[in-house]
């Protein structure tokens, strides 16, 4: 049977390229050492192959559902999720002070990709929880992380963000959730809330006792009436059973049926129908949307996360099946035993083409996750404020690139099976259905694009863009040092050019709507040079390595600047020269 | 409810491009008239919508079981079947002296795209019957098509087609299935198979009283040996009921489960596990092959209509839904009422994008229906023979291209649906899976790039390329002379450069090896370069249609040359120069 994630990788990723024992000397982290990061892999790697893996196809077979207002989840769930919570899991990233064991986010996120990588929609409710207790734990006061934190830390209670509604997808400043003020008590100001929340993952299960949600609502102002757009929105801590042991008001109004994903319950919430849900504010009025960006932002590189793992394991299964699988000769040879399928060019090329795309989008997140501990534990406050930066632009691209393009491996993966990929009998087209998820929830492709021209490229001035081209240049400097990475080192600064070319011509821009047609090209663009580095930057990193580990990067990197990176320049020119093609198309053209 | 397809578009395809008037005025096509065409258009819509689309949610969550060595599919099906043979369409391309109606191939594949687009999955039955009794009706004794081929004319019995078998998929010289001379009878040379065949859609079913199995086997030599490869291969018409009224030799061993394409049962067959499964040779000893390719080539192009059907059905179900959707507003703008996500720009490009891959995928195939017309019917032996060369160029094109394309599509129907997209109370997410078998089955995409480099460019010597290219240049031409198309045909013809001068290329390496290596971007290349020639010959040819459709046609052709034409260039330098960053791969590097 095939790994889950590739463990000589993983270390690679942790040690060789990403300096994990530099972080282990900082204070924070001074209580772990690369011994128990490895027992903690090893950990990880047997319980999301025993927990996880396990009921990985009868957790697609057998949906949640609802039975007399309860969403009933699969046992094998609740086994899993109570393993995760024996080995502490929970409390990973938490300050000890809080019963957390103050793990750099590095580690705790190659952890969580072993159990994604075992069973993504098992693994959804333990990310979510996590976020949401550290949402909590900023935002929250010692009361409110006492009595809503704690219990998700402990894995004993779990957690859901509540933003999406029937009406209002995409643009949460239409939300019509409203919360009406009732006094105050040791909890904080509380407040009745009322509305229907849509898309809430394990917004109702059986697991846990009880379920903390996040919910964005609306304050009515003296008028009765809500501001409108998104400074209206307040954030509110609504718990599914209240601190005195009764259920809140909230009833699951729906639950949805996926394509994938299935284990993960999703729900219609509906808060309120019987005098209002209690809930108390977390943060100031108003700064709702602030306070969720912190748990959007973490569940977004967790979506990129859960993306990579799935292109991840597609890729080893179909590198397992091609190693064993015989059919075909080599061209010309017409006689003889048929040889594997992977002695054949095209299906090296869509190996190749699923080790850049999952190897790249794993390195991407560990490297996004190596940001969060900088942001949280570097030395200076400049550092601090860089990596907050850095983490901030490839925020977009940590979420959109793994989920298109381990998507993309997924689908070669099913491609490698032949039709067999095509059955329930493996387990790559389930890889795929789940993945098709990615690009959709936590702020579709779309939004991400709009999130990274107009937030972090136009707003900022080019500021966090040329942090990170200094490190790019960085990475072409060390491979020039090596005569057979010139060319890629080449091919990696040229794109960079183009980017910031682009990025220059979208600041000049004055209209919104016109900068903003052309994002989602940027977005590929920007999320492919993004890459074509991250790999250029292992590659350089593989010194120390052996032979066939380091051949493998070496190939993987060469491969994704030939055939991928070309498509940069591409991109921008249709960001900087679309001639109305699309943005003047009518409705009744189409 | 959104169309089937675009009627509109339909009339504008098989009219005003394809000039199916003058068809009509051909001798073998004399009965038929444009009336008569649009009014199989009406019927095959409305029967499409009643009979085919009515049960696509329900054959997917049915799917097909095995009882008592029966294959049972939904009564649905049963009943959708009996109501196309009820409307004379098995027998539409047949001659009338077989019971057909001499129907254009070109109006018969418009009147099938409207089923595929209902239901893919049922209407794989009647694509496999009518290619089943096309090659019986072209290679079998009289006495074999008054036996085998009439039943299926008429619709009362179901065909397959035996190729693969489980240790041989793409490599159909390696099968076993052993063919056993016995006599001779009325029906011809008479055999006992005895072999597995994997992969048989329609393999067993209850709808009809017999199924007309077409089985690959090899006849063992004087020494009980059969000849190795392809050459040994003979082909056989064996029937599930023979005609005495028993039940032949063959046996369900296994029902394959499938992501997609549910409604089309798919079998493990075992045939002559009881002393051998009776069958009559049809065509000479060892031409299995050469005769199956008829079928083959048949059912390649029918793969790439579902694959176009699908894409086209998924384009008009978000188009539909973009319209009437609202979320969000104009950039800049912070008030006011949402807009149909259709206002956005990111929507916009993503709807564009799908009537570029739907309906240039519709159009190609249409193209090739035309072209067998030709082959069959043109008025000088020189057109027929061109015909058929253009069409085997461009048999791999329509096949992979609509199926990776269509399936783009499908994905980026579900984008445009956003969450709702990826749950199953919309068909979009089943239009993704049901399409995602396209580019597998008939031979995946490396087999046909393979097909494409091999047999139609390197064996050609570019005697069909130029053929096409001829065709290409007087598209060029015509657009000229309208000022503004003048850019589009400039990058045509500049795109058709870079693919003649790699065709060049690829016939002069000596190496079969080194050629096919870069087989799989030739053939990505090559089809972005036909449906940019596709495109563009539609824009020249809506000069008579209203303003807003020739916008639509034109817009998408645009976008196609602006958007994905410029990647021809891209792939072929990657087929020309690509330094062995695949080829020298080693599996342990991996």
Chains 1, 2 share one sequence.
Request: hydrophobic fraction near 45%; include cysteine; glycine fraction near 10%.
């Amino acid at each position: 049977m095939a790994e889950l994630l590739a463990r000589r990788d993983i270390d690679f990723l942790l040690h060789d390229w990403l300096k994990l024992d530099e972080l282990l000397g900082r204070p924070r982290f001074v209580a772990h050492d690369r011994a128990g990061i490895d027992a903690l892999m090893d950990l990880s790697e047997d319980l999301a192959r025993e927990q996880f893996l396990s009921h990985y196809k009868l957790s697609d077979q057998q949906e949640p559902r609802l039975e007399n207002g309860t969403v009933r989840v699969l046992p094998a769930i609740h086994t899993a999720i109570a393993a995760y919570a024996e080995a502490g899991l929970f409390g990973a990233p938490f300050a000890a002070e809080l019963g957390g064991s103050q793990l750099p986010s590095l580690a705790q996120t190659a952890s969580l990709a072993w159990f994604m990588a075992g069973n993504v929609a098992t693994a959804a409710y333990p990310m979510l929880t996590i976020a949401n207790a550290r949402l909590i734990a900023t935002f929250g006061t010692r009361a409110q992380i006492d009595a809503f934190a704690r219990p998700q830390i402990a894995g004993k209670w779990l957690g859901t963000m509540c933003l999406s509604e029937p009406q209002a997808g995409s643009s949460l400043g239409d939300i019509t959730t409203r919360a009406v003020a009732e006094g105050e008590d040791a909890l904080g100001p509380r407040f009745r809330v009322s509305g229907s929340k849509m898309w809430i993952s394990g917004g109702d299960q059986d697991i846990s006792e009880n379920i903390v949600h996040l919910v964005l609502a609306k304050i009515p102002g003296a008028d009765g009436r809500p501001l409108p757009g998104t400074r209206g929105i307040s954030l509110f801590i609504v718990p599914k059973v209240l601190p005195n042991g009764t259920r809140n008001d909230i009833a699951v109004a729906g639950l949805n049926h996926k394509m994938g994903y299935r284990g993960t319950s999703n729900c219609l919430l509906s808060f309120g129908e019987r005098g209002g849900a209690i809930g108390w504010l977390i943060g100031a009025p108003g700064q709702g949307l602030a306070c969720m960006f912190q748990m959007m932002n973490e569940a977004r590189i967790a979506v990129g996360l859960g993306a990579a793992a799935l292109g991840y394991r597609g890729f080893l299964e179909s590198r397992a099946y091609a190693t064993s699988r015989p059919q075909g000769r080599r061209p010309g040879q017409r006689d003889g035993a048929p040889v594997p399928i992977i002695a054949h060019a095209d299906v090296k090329r869509m190996l190749l083409a699923q080790k850049a795309y999952a190897e790249g989008s794993l390195a991407l997140i560990l490297y996004c996750a190596r940001l969060v501990d900088e942001e949280q534990a570097a030395e200076t406050e400049e550092a601090r404020a860089e990596a907050g930066t850095l983490l901030g632009l490839l925020t977009p691209v940590a979420k959109t690139w793994p989920s298109e393009y381990g998507l993309a491996a997924n689908d070669l993966a099913i491609q490698v099976h032949g039709g067999y990929g095509y059955t329930r009998d493996f387990d790559v087209e389930q890889l795929y259905r789940d993945n098709r998820l990615n690009p959709i929830h936590e702020g579709t492709t779309g939004i991400q694009a709009i999130d990274l021209v107009g937030r972090k490229i136009r707003r900022d001035r080019l500021y966090s863009l040329e942090l990170l081209l200094a490190r790019v240049h960085e990475t072409a400097g060390r491979a020039r040092q090596d005569e057979c990475l010139v060319p890629l080192a080449i091919s990696l600064t040229d794109a960079w050019c183009h980017v910031h070319a682009a990025a220059q011509f979208l600041c000049t821009i004055e209209d919104d709507a016109q900068a903003l047609a052309g994002a989602t090209p940027f977005l590929h663009a920007f999320g492919h040079a993004v890459l074509g580095w991250i790999w250029l930057d292992q590659v350089v990193a593989t010194g120390a390595a052996e032979a066939d580990f380091r051949q493998g990067k070496l190939h993987a990197c060469r491969w994704f600047h030939e055939a991928e990176l070309p498509r940069v320049a591409h991109w921008l020119a249709l960001v900087q020269s679309e001639p109305g093609t699309v943005t003047d198309l009518r409705p009744e053209w189409l």
